[in-house]
């Protein structure tokens, strides 16, 4: 593809000009090939349109064209609301109803607008309505939507409406730049490839999935472009690493003293297999003289940490230090509790080091770790602060990784020389995402928890069932266990009305006032946190009321009971691990999801989801068909890229060819300096590699 063309700037294209390349910037586009890759969001032909008399109440979303006949601002008592009112033909109207966005939505839909709306149908009050539907302007289109084109309709942000940028502008601004530049597109994918697999031409596919001539050409150019996003970012993740197997490492020989005590005489159990093969494969990397890059992926109590420590003491009996990171104080606080305890029959001293680290304390720790007389190190990201000088960091371990960027814990890999690493997640992930985000490390996967632990039952409840929950909880005092109760506020809020961890103290301290009850929450200072925890980890406190702060990491097997307020407000991630705080010891274990009676179909499921099971896989899944893969993680310091046509939920078939092409094609030639794979190489590194992920994930 010919690339100085493609690297032009979208300002000086017919149509656009400087304010609105400015507003394009806003969404990412700023090239040609940034345009030509700005894909429709949905598309509109004859087929898909219903009349307004046909609609259902109740049934799939559906697209309906017709004209505004009424529109504005509705006043509330609390919250104001946006009408338009929808006619396609005489006498048969439908209601569309805005909350949120008000202000927006007011100003881009005025009577007389021609659009398109897609949303699910539902009666009220004698008539077919939307709320929220996703809408598009085709007032200027007119009776063109009944020719039985196919029309692409883009995603429009307010700022992009505002400038005249609706689905009409992007139409007319790409059909120029194709008509009047389309010979400057090239093919950027090897010609054997495009043949082998059955592809549509890659210029084909560019002008079809903006301009289809018919639903099968539309299909095809979106499968090609589907597999030429995922096959790029494979081989981005090839390349990385091709790279890292050629990084040296320190050579730590597995089995030795320190690792055999370990196992054999300190842990009270036996370890599961999976354990004994995740540290097999670790055992196998930290010997083989490359440097380590490696995922420990394990559902909630699958005992991870055990195989972390005794992987660090291979480290530490080869003479090395070993930095343990998690992204929170309390979980680093639990860490360093278990590591202690762990630790302590070997005689090898632990230290913490978070933000809330006395200033005397942190100097001393400071100063082992320069000096090399403190062999590790649990912490925050206060560990990879400037001021922490390690003397000999060979093996760093980074919990619950996808909570931090990439720059930290490529800083912690900068702490040592070519450091071990070992990548730590409770979270479990389905394969196709693994695959996306971790297709560049060597992955361990722990499903079997240790024997003797039951599964958790989980039964959702109202709040007319308080008195039989607290009456359980009563039974599970008496038989001397433990009880969480967890709020998703900290404090009452005015915009919600939940109950919070505040009050929720005092209610569940009157309640039970016969048993000590404890209270956690984010907003707490290091030193109360810690004290409370303390409290509920001796036994001393019956009862931790708490927010989402005990979601990872803490460990108390005598806590049998779990109650989760307004349960429906939660993730099903969360949910799950909030709900492997219990279920850690032998005892039989319940966790009760008090819910509010109107709930939204997904809170539905994902309550259902937790009544269903307890595997972390399966969950896993379920969450990532409900939220989508781009949310999975809640985060973007996850390194999951900005897909901008595949979808990894349902595109993953065509994930696994993309991935099999890409390992394949640079395992023949990694230089990529055959044939036709020269230009596949200049599109790569001018568009992929130079503006993709930055994937040194070292973590």
């Known amino acids: 593809m010919s690339i100085p063309f493609l690297q032009e700037s979208v300002q000086f294209l017919k149509g656009v000009g400087p304010r609105r390349s400015d507003v394009l910037k806003q969404a990412g586009v700023t090239s040609v090939n940034d345009l030509l890759s700005y894909y429709p969001r949905r598309y509109l032909d004859r087929t898909s349109v219903v009349r307004i008399a046909e609609m259902k109440s109740g049934s799939d979303p559906v697209t309906v064209v017709g004209t505004v006949v009424a529109a504005g601002v509705i006043p509330g008592r609390r919250q104001k609301r946006f009408e338009a009112i929808i006619e396609d033909e005489p006498g048969r109207r439908l209601k569309c109803v805005w909350f949120q966005g008000v202000s927006w939505v007011s100003r881009v839909i005025e009577k007389g607008h021609r659009l398109a709306l897609h949303g699910k149908p539902a009666q009220y009050g ?17 009776p063109s939507i009944d020719t039985g084109r196919i029309i692409s309709l883009y995603a429009g942000s307010a700022s992009l409406q505002q400038s005249g940028l609706t689905s009409r502008a992007f139409r007319k601004i790409i059909y120029q730049l194709i008509k009047e530049r389309g010979t400057d597109l090239q093919e950027n994918l090897p010609s054997r490839l495009v043949q082998n697999l059955g592809l549509l031409d890659g210029r084909v596919a560019r002008r079809a999935v903006h301009f289809p001539k018919n639903n099968e050409e539309l299909q095809a150019a979106r499968y090609r472009l589907k597999f030429e996003e995922l096959f790029f970012f494979q081989m981005l993740l090839a390349k990385t690493k091709l790279v890292r197997e050629d990084v040296p490492g320190v050579v730590m020989p597995s089995g030795g003293a320190l690792v055999s005590k370990f196992v054999s005489e300190v842990l009270p159990f036996t370890l599961t297999n999976a354990q004994k093969t995740a540290l097999l494969e670790i055992g196998q990397d930290l010997s083989s003289g490359h440097q380590m890059n490696r995922l420990l992926q394990g559902d909630v ?9 005794a992987a660090a003491l291979t480290a530490i009996d080869s003479g090395y230090q070993v930095a343990f990171m998690a992204p929170t104080e309390i979980l680093s606080e639990q860490h360093y509790r ?108 722990m499903r079997e928890r240790p024997p ?72 707490m200072k290091a030193a109360e946190k810690e004290e409370a925890m303390a409290r509920f980890v001796s036994g001393e406190a019956s009862i931790l009321v708490s927010t989402t702060v005990i979601e990872v990491g803490v460990d108390v097997p005598n806590a049998t009971f779990m109650l989760i307020e307004h349960a429906e407000r939660f993730g099903l991630s969360q949910l799950h691990q909030l709900r492997g705080r219990i279920g850690r010891g032998e005892h039989a274990s319940t966790c009760m999801l008090m819910a509010e009676y109107k709930q939204s179909e997904e809170s539905r499921l994902r309550l259902r989801t937790m009544e269903k099971t307890n595997d972390g896989f399966q969950i896993s899944e379920v969450d990532m068909e409900i939220r989508g893969a781009g949310d999975f993680f809640g985060t973007r310091q996850s390194g999951l890229p900005a897909f901008r046509i595949a979808d990894l939920l349902n595109d993953q078939h065509i994930l696994v060819k993309a991935r099999e092409a890409a390992f394949g094609l640079l395992e023949q030639d990694p230089d990529l300096n055959d044939g036709d794979n020269r230009a596949m190489k200049d599109y790569f590194e001018h568009f992929v590699q130079k503006k993709g992920v930055r994937l040194s994930r070292i973590g």
């Open 126 to 142: 004698g008539s077919m309505s939307f709320s929220h539907p996703d809408f598009d302007r085709l007032d200027e289109d007119g």
């Open 301 to 309: 109590g699958s005992g991870k940490t055990v195989v972390a420590v």
């Open 338 to 445: 278990s590591l202690s305890a762990l630790l302590k029959p070997l005689q090898i001293p632990v230290a913490l080091l978070t933000g809330s680290t006395p200033a005397e304390q942190r100097r001393s720790v400071l100063a082992a770790l320069e000096n090399g007389t403190l062999p590790i190190v649990v912490g925050t990201h206060a560990i990879i602060q400037g001021k922490v000088h390690f003397k000999r960091l060979g093996f760093s371990v980074v919990d619950e990784q996808h909570r931090f960027g990439v720059m930290q814990r490529a800083t912690l890999f900068e702490k040592g020389e070519r450091p071990h690493m070992l990548l730590m997640t409770a979270t479990p992930i389905p394969r196709s995402l693994a695959l996306t985000l971790y297709g560049d490390l060597d992955v361990s996967v």
């Open 452 to 523: 003797g632990r039951q599964p958790i039952h989980t039964k959702m409840v109202r709040e007319k069932e308080r008195d039989a929950v607290y009456a359980q909880m009563d039974e599970a005092i008496a038989s001397g266990r433990q009880c969480y109760v967890v709020y998703p506020l900290v404090e009452e809020s005015e915009k919600l009305d939940l109950k919070d961890a505040v009050s929720g103290h005092e209610q569940v301290s009157s309640r039970f006032s016969d048993v000590s009850v404890e209270l956690v929450h984010g907003r």
